[in-house]
């Protein structure tokens, strides 16, 4: 069976570990969720990220990050999917979502890569609004 929306299942999969107080969660590889990752990672989402090997196919292992106070409390609150393959969602430099205010992060793909809302905005450039995430 074929995947119609990888990165909605990349984002499901993080959720679900978070709320389940996972500490690592495994899904299928692929050059744009590896830099959606190094995002989430910049942005202090999760931990960290590496390949790994999945029944003989290419992966990646994501590790979680909670509150260190809290009982197993996930930093990422909610992601929603904005871009969709039905519908996509572009933006221009002018136009660049804020989420809740500047609390959370709108991930754009540009042509300068993958970036924040608050790079974007830095370098000047639009593109299409892949997720927010809080």
């Known amino acids: 069976m074929s995947m119609t929306d990888p990165l909605a299942d990349l984002f499901t999969r993080i959720l679900n570990a978070g709320r389940r107080g996972h500490e690592r ?3 299928p590889a692929s050059k744009l969720k590896a830099e959606v990752l190094r995002l989430f990672k910049a942005e202090g ?5 590496q390949p790994v090997t999945l029944d003989g196919h290419p992966g990646l292992e994501v590790v979680l990050r909670y509150f260190p106070s809290r009982q197993k409390k996930s930093f990422i609150t909610g992601i929603k999917r904005v871009s969709k393959p039905g519908c996509r969602v572009y933006v221009g430099k002018d136009e660049i979502p804020r989420v809740m ?8 793909t540009t042509p300068k890569g993958i970036l924040s809302d608050e790079e974007s905005r830095k370098n000047g450039v639009g593109g299409e609004v892949l997720c927010h995430i809080w």
């Open 25 to 27: 969660v495994q899904i």
């Open 45 to 49: 989402y999760i931990k960290d990220f």
């Open 101 to 108: 205010r500047g609390l959370g992060v709108a991930v754009l």
